[in-house]
């Protein structure tokens, strides 16, 4: 078997026994990467409140939507886009009544910590291409991850893409790109704010302007078939005031 299929079947796996439920009252989650630290904690207080175990597996967005198009044993999914819940929703595989929208997070660019580069506004004629030099710009991959399909909304629409794709350093992942970000492998990162104040080993060198793409938007839903009195209280819980406070205080934006 050829290396990387191996790896995507090793993958499969993992996220696959992560989100099985040990017994009937814990919660299986696939979420976003963003959320990893304020969910974990998150469903850390949930846990200590009702006895219930959550079960996270994080990714990105994309990849876990297709494990639970191939059957993944989940029963919460959490997006950092709309567009893979939507896919999810036209397969007739997310719960309609449950889906809603908790949370928003703006596009960061930013750099090594050891990076000459210092804080600017990005604008539409920034030049986003020249900042980076003769170095790449990590991100998620563009074709698939939610933070690389809003980096290209924003280079398009500011005229920029041709120059930019080809300095792409794309990967699986926003903190994959973080991480590559952290250990100077790339000049520049596009990430998420939240993201971006977690690191210590980064800087930021501006915001994207809202207007330059689609609002970053992070959608909740139950898996269809997999409904359980425990996954919908998790649901509520996530947005009661507790819980938005704790997402509030790593950054995002909460509805």
Do not use: C
């Not at 297709?66 to 059957?71: K, L, T």
């Not at 896919?87 to 889906?99: Q, V």
């Not at 590559?180 to 990430?191: H, I, K, P, Q, T």
């Not at 690191?199 to 994207?208: A, H, L, N, Q």
């Amino acid at each position: 078997m050829p290396f990387k299929r191996l790896l995507g079947v090793v993958a499969t796996l993992v996220l696959s026994l992560a989100a099985t439920p040990g017994h009937a009252d814990d919660v299986s989650v696939f979420a976003a990467a963003s959320l990893t630290n304020a969910l974990n904690e998150v469903a850390e207080q949930y846990s200590a409140k009702t006895g219930n175990r959550v079960l996270p597996s994080y990714a990105a967005s994309s990849a876990l939507a297709r494990q639970v198009e191939q059957g993944a044993p989940v029963q919460v999914f959490a997006s950092a886009d709309l567009k893979w819940v939507d896919y999810l929703a036209e397969k007739k595989l997310i719960n309609a009544d449950s889906r809603f929208n908790l949370l928003g997070n703006t596009l960061m660019l930013v750099a090594p910590l050891d990076s000459k580069l210092e804080r600017i506004e990005i604008t539409a004629a920034t030049d986003i291409a020249a900042l980076a030099g003769t170095g790449r710009i990590a991100t998620g991959d563009p074709d698939a991850v939610p933070v690389g399909l809003y980096f290209r909304q924003a280079m398009e629409r500011a005229g920029q893409w041709k120059a930019v794709e080809p300095k792409l350093a794309r990967t699986d992942s926003v903190r994959a790109a973080l991480t590559l970000v952290e250990r100077g492998e790339v000049s520049l990162g596009v990430v998420y704010a939240t993201d971006a104040a977690i690191s210590k080993k980064i800087k930021v060198v501006g915001s994207f302007p809202e207007a330059m793409h689609d609002a970053i938007v992070y959608p909740f839903a139950l898996i269809a078939g997999r409904e359980t009195a425990a996954a919908r209280a998790f649901l509520d819980h996530l947005r009661t005031a507790e819980s938005k406070g704790v997402f509030a205080r790593y950054g995002f934006k909460v509805n």
